[in-house]
């Protein structure tokens, strides 16, 4: 198995590790990072739970490897929220609508939402097409459905992501 040595910014901050060419960008995260905000639910790209923001571009964390990473910047749910605790649009419009429940897909879904209205302004039936690769376990469709509406229905107001403290 052969190694190699990476360097990225996660949430703002820079990482560097000497990691296994097969360890993916989910574990990597998880384990070595500590976001653990990131959930691996199938491991095949399927469900969305592991969906972070590389480059300004929505992945699949548990379809990317750490080496891949290397020189991106990435985003994860840790990084939404603004240092005085103020939540990220997306994150507001999910509580205001109750569109989370055990919250296992909850920061999957967020970081395809981030993602998709950083630099656009998506209407609800773009926004609803992007959650297609999202799976809810808890069957919580009808409370992410109204965030949607809530997101598309809202003025767009600027949200830059900031570093941690």
């Known amino acids: 198995m052969s190694e190699h040595r990476i360097a990225l910014t996660v949430n703002g901050r820079q990482h560097r590790a000497l990691v ?5 960008l989910a574990d990597y995260l ?10 691996v639910g199938c491991e ?22 750490a080496v891949q990473a290397d020189g991106c910047t990435l985003t994860t749910v840790e990084g939404m929220a603004a240092s005085d605790g103020t939540l990220h649009p997306v994150q507001q419009a999910l509580k205001d609508c109750h569109g989370l429940q055990c919250g296992f ?14 630099d656009r302004t998506p209407d609800a039936a773009q926004m609803t097409a992007a959650l297609s690769g999202h799976i809810c ?3 919580g469709y009808q409370g992410i459905r109204r965030a ?6 809202a003025p ?7 570093p941690p403290a």
């Open 137 to 139: 376990r808890c069957t």
């Open 105 to 118: 897909c909850t920061p999957g879904i967020i970081m395809t939402l981030a993602a998709l209205t950083a």
């Open 156 to 162: 767009k107001v600027p949200h830059e992501l900031e």
């Open 44 to 65: 095949h790209g399927v469900c969305g739970a592991c969906t972070v923001i590389v480059d300004g571009l929505a992945v699949r964390a548990c379809l990317m490897l």
């Open 148 to 153: 949607v509406r809530q997101l598309a229905d």
């Open 30 to 39: 998880r384990g070595d990072a500590g976001c653990t905000g990131v959930h």
């Open 20 to 24: 296994e060419s097969r360890l993916t």
